[in-house]
């Protein structure tokens, strides 16, 4: 790859700006062209971050000599388009999910396997400094073996996608569900593996859009020999993330949203000791809270996200090694969310 990596950005939505923001700021990288079929979201998003601009994918690609092409379009278009890329031999970032189906999903894999092309794809959770730190630590096993794991997604009744009718997440298989599933069931992979199988699907209908027929969402999964379970609710009092995960030595209690993590250990029953930790708890919660925030306020996490993702599949691409998110665990991820969205 050579020194200045050049990188094409396909559809100019709201998360393409984020990335666009990230790569400016990224040393060695250069966004040169952007193209969406909608010209006016095309030539906004190259005025302001001074590219040239496309509405057609193949022409760009026949026009442009990029090393990344990072598709950011709804799931229905990643196969037709990440496809074309890989035969062409570009690397790829592609937004999650990997495909909107699994025989979509393999037709990628398919492409990929005939091409010296690299594809990742943005499992963004897992490059939140807080859960890399996280997953470094359940890697040396610091928790433990893990016994089970719970991940609790919780939205509000305002959610943008949620309530607009015309939303394209709501064309997906399990509607709303189908976009929003994938960060939670790859975050579960992440920890307990590729080989996470579905064991129980409970849905029902609570709030007042109708063109959703559930907005509550439970899941259990297993693994060889972990459990897991996903809440997903559009109903709640408030949006958060939470991310429990119980090890034989300790428990780890996550928040992304706030972007902490707290390990618990083992502790005594007596009173005394009872109080102890909980003092222990309340400040180390606060000083991890307002450290968070800080950096928040300097920097937004939406940034570091994308700029770990980028570094590290960029570094996998100079050195031939595994993407950060391989077409495995990227298929996977499609597997398990479409066996989930079938029982809706």
Known sequence: ???NCKIAIVGCGAIANVHLKTLKKMSGLKVVAVCDNDEEKAILASTKFNTRHYTDFSKMLDNEDVSIVSILTPPRSHALLT????????????????AATTKEAELILSALNESDAKMTVDHSWLFHKTMLQSLSLIRKHEIGEILRMEIKYLHTGKDHMTSDPNHWCHKLLGGRFGENLPHPV??????????????????SKRGRYPWMPYDELFVTLQSDKSLGSIYVSFNAARSTIYVDIY?????????????????LGYRRTRKLYKGADSLWLSSKMALSTMRNAFEFLLHGDSEEIFRNLYTMFIDAIKKNTDPPVTSKMA??????????CQCL
């Open 1 to 3: 790859m050579e020194e």
């Open 83 to 98: 496809i074309e890329a890989i035969k062409r031999g570009i690397n790829v970032l592609v937004e999650k999910p990997l």
């Open 186 to 203: 790859y975050t579960m992979q992440s920890v307990l593996g590729d080989n996470l199988q579905v064991k129980e699907v409970h849905a």
């Open 247 to 263: 090890g034989t030595k300790k428990i780890l209690k996550i928040n992304l949203f706030n972007n902490t993590a707290i390990k």
């Open 331 to 340: 298929y996977n991820t499609v597997r398990i969310v479409e066996e989930i």
